[in-house]
């Protein structure tokens, strides 16, 4: 079996790992928890739960990991971007353009229409923060930041991206100084 595919035996494993998703962080260590506490049922303390729990545990746990390699079979986690289309690269150009003129609803309009349709493309969340700051919309800015920050494929923007974190933050600082006084 790939190392790639065997990560599908551990529920969320996948998505956390080539993702970073927080939700799969938690799924990963909900299966980790039940796991552990059945086979200290099973083999250390078989005592401590009625065997039919123990049994339906275990098969819960067989149900839960057939899922999740049947997922990976018909939902497969993206390792990489999808190949930018004529189409993403129009919205994206059209996105400066408007960032530019100060139409920031259109060009935020424009970057979730390329970053809803599967592609990880980190010019175009990088973008979006901007655009999320430009209308004073820093918390949302700095949640697009930090995700983008997880992405293996980010790592040459991490300039940017540190850049648009330090203007958002300077930002929020500085509104909530004018705000007390």
Known sequence: MHPLRSMALWPGLPNLWFRGELYSLA???????????TLIATFHWTEWLPVGIVRIT???????????CLQSIFKPV??????????????????HTDYLK????????SLHKILSGGHED???????????????????SLS????????DHSRKW????????????????????????
């Open 27 to 37: 799924v990963a260590s909900l299966f980790a928890a039940v796991l552990n506490l």
């Open 58 to 68: 275990w098969g819960a746990i067989a149900i839960v990991v057939a899922w999740s």
């Open 78 to 95: 993206s390792t990489g971007f999808l190949k930018p289309t004529k189409e993403c690269d129009d919205l994206l150009e059209l996105a």
């Open 102 to 109: 100060g139409q920031y609803l259109e060009a935020e309009a």
């Open 122 to 140: 980190v010019e175009a969340a990088l973008l979006l923060a901007s655009v999320f700051r430009r209308t004073g919309r820093y918390r949302q």
């Open 144 to 151: 697009c930041l930090s995700k983008l920050e997880r992405l």
């Open 158 to 181: 991490l300039v940017e991206i540190e850049k648009e974190k330090s203007r958002n933050l300077g930002l929020m600082n500085t509104k909530d100084l004018t705000s007390i006084t």
